[in-house]
């Protein structure tokens, strides 16, 4: 077997950028690029085709992260993807109105983000459409709250 | 064709080092589903910090895994300079590298430790714990605890280092580079050990890479990746040093890469004594951060471990989410187990460098 190397990066951040927004003119606003990061916003209708062509054409092997944030009048779901071959991260930013947090899900493209997903309907009760295995995994099965959200009454200081 | 069944390994169990359950189906002996079941543990970190002022949460990080507290509390401060858009002075920046790589080498000395008693090897935990007190006692020279630091800070770290301190950590080094092999020899040259990793437990880079293995368990499947070099984040883009890999993708070969691992630290430490300018340690920083986010990711001895931080403008953090290697590695488990006898799950697990309290937060 021969080992993988990620010496040089393949594309630099602009061209990774401009590829992306070029395929999907309507669906992905780049925010900002940084050395090694790329923030981009997306929209929730063509979110799952976006992450299709990141990872088989640009070259995103990994998924680090998925982070549910509440922003009271609407959910943000910051989704952070690896790209080895050209040694940067993307940060996806997609926005879910409030009465409906539905996104498709990317496990099936990612298999790392199998509990995490699992882990933001958990804490923030967002829902992944086409989760193999949506269920609590930190909360007991019975748990009627999502503690993550902003609205959720804590009580006491925590 | 005997009746499959479910065994539960945990809550308690000797094989699971912390509150965790195994369920596995086995046919015979051989598994043939597992599913890992965490939550335990899990005190709501990501909530309990949301009140707390951004200094407060440093001891918190600590206590996020107790084998490798230095580089969690580090990677909070990282992802707290990035918010609060602040330069760390150039003499902090190498103390810290180096006492990174210290807190590498014991927590891999730890697992080496565990992985020992979990293959029957009672001497391989003993040795691993006394070199482990070497480093143990370094950092209580520094900062005063053996292993929740509350060290760093943000901005600097907490004090300078105390007098004799460089010649103490070379002596340290000196003591411990031959004895590397000494553990080396405890491990490879024992036939059960090697019978009960070699060829046990295998995933190859496909699997590893999609699963999201990171860290030493992903370079073992032949991925030459390490962020300290891929995305370097302090001064590792100064300091010279090889990414350890091996290509068997088997628990002997994630048992390798640690080991050299340990010998690649050492050598870091020694660069950064080298090198290490004379200046402040610490700035000031102030009360509230501005408005924005900031994600930092570190190579943690488990794998790539990672903060993102949402700052409204007050004076505490608005969310802060944490991804931890482990968590991410457990749940690729079930791919290493398939197709194993249910007496290589503690070899398999084991290796593996289990934390609860990062992986439950």
């Not at chain 1, 509990?115 to 989760?131: P, S, T």
């Amino acid at each position: 077997m021969k080992v993988i190397i990620y010496d040089k990066p393949d594309k630099s951040e602009e061209e990774v950028a401009k590829a992306i927004q070029s395929k999907f003119p309507g669906t992905v606003e780049i925010v900002k690029i940084t050395p090694r990061n790329i923030i981009m916003k997306v929209k929730r209708e063509g979110f799952l085709d976006v992450c299709m062509y990141m990872k088989d054409e640009v070259s995103f092997e990994h998924n680090s992260c998925v982070t549910p944030v509440d922003y009271l009048d609407h959910f943000t779901v910051v989704y952070h993807i690896s790209s080895y071959a050209n040694h940067l991260m993307a940060e996806v930013l997609v926005d879910l109105p409030r009465d409906d947090p539905t996104v498709d899900s990317i496990t099936p493209l990612w298999g790392g983000a199998n509990w995490h997903e699992r882990e933001a309907f958990d804490l923030m009760g967002v829902i992944f459409k086409g989760h193999p295995d949506l269920r609590r995994i930190m909360l007991p099965e019975e748990y009627q709250f999502h503690p993550l959200r902003k609205d959720f009454q804590v009580g006491r200081r925590v | 064709m005997s009746e499959e069944m479910w065994i539960n390994m945990g809550p308690q169990h000797p094989m699971t080092h912390g509150l965790w359950n195994l369920r596995v189906r086995v046919d015979g002996e051989t598994m043939t589903a597992a599913e890992p079941i965490v939550g335990y543990l899990h005190r709501g970190w990501e909530k309990m910090v949301e009140n707390r002022t951004y200094p407060q949460i440093i001891p918190l990080a600590d206590r996020l895994c107790y084998g490798s507290s230095f580089t969690w509390s580090h990677l909070y401060c990282l992802a707290a300079e990035r918010v609060f858009n602040i330069e760390v002075p150039e003499r902090a920046q190498y103390i810290r590298t180096a006492c990174i790589e210290m807190q590498r080498i014991s927590s891999h000395l730890m697992w080496l430790a565990a992985v020992g008693t979990d293959l029957g090897s009672y001497t391989i935990l003993l040795y691993g714990m006394r070199e482990r007190e070497l480093f143990l006692d370094l950092m209580v020279e520094l900062c005063g605890a053996r292993m929740t630091y509350n060290y760093v800070r943000i901005g600097g770290v907490r004090n300078d280092t105390p007098p004799d301190f460089e010649r103490n950590v070379t002596r340290v080094l000196d003591t411990f580079e031959p004895r590397i092999r000494d553990l080396e020899a405890l491990c490879d040259e024992c036939e059960t050990f090697r019978m009960r990793t070699i060829d046990i437990g295998k995933i190859n880079a496909a699997d590893a890479m999609n699963l999201g293995l990171t860290g030493p368990s992903m370079r073992a499947s032949g991925i030459d990746l390490d962020l300290r070099r891929h995305d370097p984040y302090e001064i590792y883009d100064e300091l010279d040093f090889d990414v350890c890999t091996h290509t068997d993708g088997d628990c002997y070969a994630r048992y390798r890469v640690r080991m050299d691992e340990m010998r690649e630290s050492v050598k870091i430490i020694r660069q950064c004594l080298e090198k290490m300018p004379k200046g402040p340690t610490r700035v000031k920083v102030p009360r509230c951060p501005p408005k924005g986010t900031a994600v930092a990711r570190v190579e943690d001895p488990r794998g790539e471990s990672l903060m993102y931080m949402v700052s409204d403008g007050t004076d505490k953090p608005y969310r802060l989410k944490v991804r931890s290697p482990n968590y991410v590695n457990l749940s690729a488990s079930p791919a290493m187990l398939l197709g194993n006898k249910i007496s290589d799950v503690p070899a398999i697990m084991g290796v593996l460098d289990m934390c609860i309290g990062e992986t439950d937060r």
